[in-house]
Nanobody, 118 residues
Framework: QVSLAESGGGLVQAGGSLRLSCAGP????????VGWFRRAPGKEREFVAS????????YYADSVKGRFTISRQTALGALYLQMDSLKPEDTAVYYC???????????WGQGTQVTVSS
């Protein structure tokens, strides 16, 4: 069983930065990738960024490319999301997720709120 727990959310002004952390998926994780997703009020959950657990290849949604950076520490089994140049439209609940060996995201954290004021 994979356990995930996000932290680091909060209230920030537009143009500011936040760093999200995810405790998990753990040092023994054997899935394909881990990632961040978000759900804004009244909208569907959307992909933000992902990283291959072993290879380290990264992928980003166009809306965050150049502003957000995903990283992981395999020795700690942890995941991070550095968010810079935040915009009000980045306001959402952010979730970390882990995939199985086929890349299906089956494990989710409880989410952390990020609010960007204009």
């Amino acid at each position: 069983q994979v356990s995930l727990a996000e932290s680091g959310g909060g209230l920030v002004q537009a143009g500011g930065s936040l760093r999200l952390s995810c405790a998990g998926p753990g040092r023994t994780f054997s899935g394909y990738a881990v990632g961040w997703f978000r759900r804004a009020p009244g909208k569907e959950r959307e992909f933000v960024a992902s990283i291959r657990w072993r290879g380290g290849d990264t992928y980003y949604a166009d809306s965050v490319k150049g502003r957000f950076t995903i990283s992981r520490q395999t020795a700690l089994g942890a995941l991070y999301l550095q968010m810079d140049s935040l915009k009000p439209e980045d306001t959402a609940v952010y979730y970390c997720a882990a995939s199985d060996v086929k890349g299906h995201y089956n494990y989710w954290g409880q989410g952390t709120q990020v609010t960007v004021s204009s």
